[in-house]
């Protein structure tokens, strides 16, 4: 029998998926994607940026200290818990990133 993950578990696993395919399910465009960084305008201001690092698969805003990965974004963009959004991925649209990534995890870009 399959152990079931923890809640910790399965926050660090949706965390280390893709955060650029999580952007771009959500229907963002990358501006820009070289040299390790992809950008996108932000969703949270008119005039800031998100960066994703390929290295670190880590977001970051240019106008805020929010930062993380896409379980760390979804929380943001929906202003949700981790908890809650774990609860039923699917309003969130990580179980269409999930499928689009299979069991990797990391950038895929």
């Known amino acids: 029998m399959k152990k079931e993950m923890t809640v910790r578990e399965n926050a660090e696993s949706v965390n280390n998926l893709c955060v650029k395919t999580y952007m771009e399910i959500l229907g963002y465009h990358c501006i820009v994607s070289s040299r ?3 950008i996108f305008p932000s969703p949270f201001s008119d005039r800031g940026r998100l960066y994703v690092d390929h ?5 970051r805003l240019s106008h805020s200290k929010v930062s993380g990965g896409v ?3 979804a929380c943001a963009l929906f ?3 981790r908890r809650i959004i774990l609860k ?4 969130y649209r990580i179980d269409s990133l999930m499928s689009k990534c299979g069991s990797r995890s990391g950038a895929i870009w």
Do not use: R, S
Not at 55 to 59: A, I, P, R
Not at 88 to 91: A, E, Q
């Open 88 to 91: 039923n991925i699917v309003p």
């Open 79 to 81: 202003d949700e818990t």
């Open 36 to 38: 390790g960084y992809a």
């Open 55 to 59: 290295d670190k698969n880590q977001f």
């Open 71 to 73: 379980l760390d974004l």
